[in-house]
């Protein structure tokens, strides 16, 4: 396992959804203040919250907490890997249908995973290739290690890259998503985590208080 770093921006006025006309809704900006942000210090299962998103407005909120997806700037499309700026496609801010097809898309790939699966449907691994094709990821650096001498961390380039990293290093590792049957929150559970494959609970004491409630209907 590998750490994954991304320094964000977010807007400190926050976004909203505009019609953009022939490009559909898009997120765009309040225009505030630009918020330094790191959304990866808490976000472990931050591929599981997005993979949750099949509405424009709950993209809207997931933008919110955390900032554009592609970019972190006013126009949106992607970042020119030549140059590392923002490029201009012709609509202001980030367009909804490609978020939740990215979305979408996520939840095919860990629900393949989960599966035991390595392969999608032609059509969806074609529209994944082109996906992350389109953009330099981010590279491998070196940090220092006070326990292992160093340690390889990731630095992607967008908030979207930085979740397909996640993904990738969870699949590969053997890291399975479960819902828990007590509250429906998603874990993880494998090599790595603190769950074994089998687990049905997030935590102890919902394991506990599902067995209570089974008990109080038997009764």
């Known amino acids: 396992m590998f750490s994954i770093g991304l320094d964000w921006r977010r807007d400190a006025k926050g976004y909203r959804l505009a019609d953009m006309g022939r490009y559909g809704q898009s997120i765009v900006r309040n225009g505030g203040e630009w918020i330094q942000t790191q959304p990866l210090a808490k976000g472990d299962l931050l591929y599981a919250e997005f993979a949750g998103i099949k509405t424009a407005e709950q993209l809207l909120n997931f933008v919110n907490r955390y900032g554009f997806l592609a970019s972190g700037f006013t126009f949106g499309g992607s970042i020119d890997p030549t140059t590392l700026k923002p ?7 980030e367009l909804v249908n490609e978020h939740l097809e990215n ?7 860990m629900k393949a995973e989960n599966a035991g699966r390595r392969s999608l449907p032609a059509k969806d691994s074609l529209a994944l290739s082109e996906i992350l094709e389109r953009e330099v990821q981010g590279e491998f650096s070196l940090a220092l290690d006070r326990d292992r001498g160093f340690h390889f961390v990731f630095h992607a380039t967008s908030l979207m890259s930085a979740i397909w990293i996640q993904i990738a290093q969870r699949g590969s590792g053997g890291v399975r998503l479960q819902t828990c049957r007590h ?3 998603l ?7 603190e769950k ?3 687990s049905d609970f997030c935590r102890t004491s919902h394991r506990v208080a599902f067995n209570r409630k089974l008990q109080g209907k038997g009764a």
């Open 87 to 93: 490029k201009d496609d012709g609509h202001e801010g």
């Open 103 to 109: 979305a979408r898309l996520v939840r095919l790939v």
């Open 183 to 185: 509250c429906g929150v």
């Open 187 to 193: 874990f993880e559970v494998g090599p790595g985590t």
């Open 196 to 198: 074994r494959a089998d």
